[in-house]
């Protein structure tokens, strides 16, 4: 039995990838022989019957999970940053996709890290019982060697997404609303919200007001009562606080993304395969995955809306995906211990 652990998935786009990894899963000949576990929060899908356990996501009911019931598994894949509790006896593998856990080292006396710190001590703390982590761009294997986690010989990138969600079906680019920008994020920190929106005040102030949605839950109330003021003054910005992406990926032209740390950056590949034209950060995460039609400088917020006035005014080339989805080959080294490229031990 193979344990896909997932306890601490639950939302974002750590969530649609699992969602995902799960579906293909249940397509392999295999399927009966994988075990999951999983978040309470987590929307498990339907076809998942009877193999997979939920449990309180407490490192404490999690160890007592791998206590009881650890002699069941051929090889254990973790899913959300955090090596197996306890030494085992099989293969495991860590899925690492949290770069701002990794960054916490080096900024663990800034108030706002003291919790990523945390998380990453217990990383740290539980490094050894896994043999490998998995990430999804080459700038992450960097990232993992800087803190000293594991080297270069312990970290496979095995980059995965739905590559099919989006393809195909899209509008053309000119029957889309002219002059619209989309940003699809949680108000998180590292989403750079503050610079986005004060880039529309500059913007407003310039005598421009393309219209952007957003995407600001109530986790984000300074952002909201900006977007409210920014509104009454003239600018036009909506906040849709919940929206299926698909929507605005089909009917908008431009994805504007911010954002100053992603381990993946999975919208921007959704975008470019939307047929969408992305402006992005200036930053490693970005090129990793795609290259983008335009960029600015994350903090500045003249030289996002320069970005975007040259958006709105000159034909942009479309992006080009740069990664390529490589769902099978993470199934395949889950289900042999090997993939196509070589043999891992």
Avoid at 62 to 72: H, L, W
Avoid at 168 to 176: E, I, L, M
Avoid at 197 to 206: C, F, M, R, S
Avoid at 230 to 259: E, M, Q, T, W
Wanted: with cysteine; proline share 7%; charged share 20%.
């Amino acid at each position: 039995m193979i344990l896909i652990d997932a306890l601490y998935i639950n939302k974002g786009g750590g969530a649609v990838l699992l969602q995902y990894l799960i579906e293909k899963i249940l397509e392999h000949p295999q399927k009966d022989n994988f075990f999951f576990l999983l978040d309470p929060r987590f929307d498990k899908p339907a076809q998942l019957k009877g193999n997979f356990a939920v449990i309180p996501n407490k490192m404490s009911d999690r160890i007592k999970f791998y206590k009881s019931t650890a002699k069941n598994y051929s090889l254990v894949f973790c899913f959300a940053n955090t090596p197996p509790p306890i030494k085992l006896k099989v293969p495991a593998y860590t899925y690492f996709h949290n770069q701002k856990i990794l960054e916490a080292p080096s900024r663990k006396f800034e108030r706002k890290y003291l919790k990523l710190y945390l998380k990453y001590l217990v990383t740290k703390w539980y490094n050894a019982n896994t043999d490998y982590y998995i990430v999804q761009t080459k700038h992450m294997v960097e990232e993992l060697t800087n803190v000293g986690l594991k080297d270069l010989a312990h970290c496979l990138t095995i980059p995965f997404y739905d590559n099919k969600k989006y393809t195909g079906t899209s509008p053309a680019f000119d029957s889309r609303t002219k002059n619209e920008f989309v940003f699809i994020s949680n108000p998180s920190p590292q989403k750079n919200y503050p610079t986005l929106l004060d880039t529309w005040e500059y913007l407003l102030e310039q005598g421009h007001t393309p219209v952007l949605h957003v995407t600001i839950d109530n986790t984000g109330p300074v952002f909201i009562e900006k977007v409210d003021a920014l509104n009454v003054r003239g600018a036009k910005i909506v906040n849709h606080v919940y929206v299926d992406p698909k929507d605005l990926y089909f009917n908008c032209p431009y994805l504007i993304f911010p954002s100053i740390m992603e381990s993946f950056g999975l919208p921007l590949i959704e975008a470019a395969d939307s047929g969408m034209k992305v402006l992005a950060s200036d930053l490693t995460y970005v090129y990793d995955v795609i290259e983008p039609s335009l960029v600015f400088k994350p903090f500045d917020k003249v030289s996002m809306a320069n970005a975007v006035i040259k958006a709105m005014n000159t034909d942009l080339p479309y992006p080009k995906v740069i990664t390529r989805n490589e769902v099978d080959k993470l199934v395949e080294l889950l289900v042999t211990k090997q993939i196509s490229t070589g043999k891992y031990p």
